[in-house]
């Protein structure tokens, strides 16, 4: 989890640096300040556009490796499940066989008593 916070980290740092970057060109370029604000407005969307857009990709790649180690858990458990339960039925088919030789011993056994 910490890896992902690092790269979260790392991709705002990069982020808020190009805008610094763009914002500091900007307001020392010679030209006038209506035409830098509108420079620098439409630097801040395209800023903005690319902040949703890796956003959007990270959140895309932390479901899909959610839906995989979920899936991955289910499948698991389930294997886990289905080996208990044909284990039970083993051991049960065997319990129940030999109690029934059991019966069967001891009822031989009392008719031999009598």
């Known amino acids: 989890m910490s890896k992902k916070g690092n790269t979260a980290g790392i991709l705002a740092g990069l982020l808020a640096?190009?805008?610094a970057g763009v914002v500091l060109g900007m307001l020392y370029a010679p030209e006038e300040?209506?035409?830098t604000r509108k420079k620098i407005k439409t630097?801040?969307?395209d800023l903005?556009?690319?902040?949703k857009n890796k956003y959007g990709e990270v959140s895309d790649k932390m479901k899909e490796q959610?839906?995989?180690i979920s899936s991955t858990f289910k499948e698991t458990a389930n294997n886990v499940a289905h080996t208990m339960k044909d284990g039970y039925d083993k051991y049960k088919d065997q319990i129940v066989s030999k109690t029934t030789?059991?019966?069967k011993d001891v009822e031989a056994g009392?008719?031999?008593l009598k």
């Open 17 to 19: 640096g190009a805008a």
């Open 33 to 35: 300040g209506k035409e």
């Open 43 to 45: 630097k801040a969307n």
């Open 48 to 51: 903005k556009d690319q902040a």
């Open 66 to 68: 959610y839906d995989n």
């Open 101 to 103: 030789d059991v019966v």
């Open 110 to 112: 009392l008719n031999d």
